[in-house]
């Protein structure tokens, strides 16, 4: 897939109310899970004890954090958006997350963007994204999201 590029903020409004773009895969590996589990502090045997996990878990396997699965959001856009007419970007929050089914170790990602709503804040833009995290092999979502954030100018 090649990077869309928004090179102003009309070129951004001319996408709200449709799906912008469709990332790549990503691979969500048990290094990638369990590098995850080290830096929060979140070492529930269902993230990283692949033997009880597969005997005791109704997953079968190891999952991956929900936290991880969202903050992938941030990886996705990275690769898929170049908003080349803003200096910086930030994270502002949700008004939505929902994990809806759970991401085996080894399954592949993708992200869904939405352009849901623009609006104008001192010194840039606000945007509510609609995100739908799909797991390939799967029909149900990984993760359904509106996902709030910043650019500035």
Known sequence: MALIVIDSVDHLYSYQGKELVVSDWLEVTQSMINGF???TG???????????????????DTIAHGFLTASLMVFFM????????????VNYGFNRLRFTSPVIAGSKLRARFEIREISRIDSGIQIVWGVIMEC???NKPALVAEWVTRRYE
Not at 78 to 89: A, E, L, W
């Open 37 to 39: 589990a080290d830096i």
């Open 42 to 60: 979140d070492s529930q045997w269902i993230h990283i004890d692949k033997k009880k996990a597969k005997s005791d878990s109704p997953f079968g």
């Open 78 to 89: 990275d690769r898929s958006v170049d908003m080349s007419f803003s200096k910086m970007g």
């Open 136 to 138: 390939e092999k799967s």
